[in-house]
């Protein structure tokens, strides 16, 4: 063996570690062809015929396939070889601070006291818009996500945002909204002003696109109601 040539892994790793012992008590420096941390590249050169290497015997038949295994002289080094592997779990579990740092600075600067310093509520978002272009330093977004929905904003500020987007006003995507359900088959409209009566007229020829009938739904939180009889 002090001619063969091995292919040793990192001296600081148990497997070198114990190949150290294994040498020094044979009284011999082995000469070294190769040196890795990875003990796949030492079997794979060890399989080509480069050298010897040291591996645990538990670990052959999950690195290697059984032809290049069967091509393999393998020694047993003897129990003085063996070691045992313990995992240990901390009882506290550990964070960096650097995460609680960024979170508190997150909530000092996007959130205040104030009942418009926080959620989604159109004064909110357009005040967090112009403190990100200044703090960008420049002067359009492509695009503002909002993460989840906020249950905290009014549900005609919401819908206002949709009427908007479909370019007419509240009332009318209201009553629009009403006459485009077929589980409803009349409606009742008052009118006291000129203003009213005429958003009336204009609901009743406005037509809402089904996706964004869904989008309504889902945030006025609607369910058709169905009876079956018989």
Known sequence: MAHCPFLLGNPQDIDGRIGEILFRRA????????????????????HYGMGACLCPERFLPALLDGERLRTLHVLDCGPETEYAIRFDVSATPYRWSVIDDFIRCAREVTTGEGVNDRGLSRKHIFESIDQTLKNMQTDYLDMYFCHRFDETTDLTETLRVVANELGTNLPVLSMAWILQHPEISCVIAGASKPSQLENNMKAAGFVIPADAMAEIDKITGFHRFERHVG
Do not use: H, M, Q, Y
């Not at 009284?27 to 060890?46: H, M, Q, W, Y």
């Open 27 to 46: 009284g011999f420096e082995p000469k070294v062809a190769a040196r890795s941390d990875n003990i796949l590249t030492l079997l794979e050169l060890c």
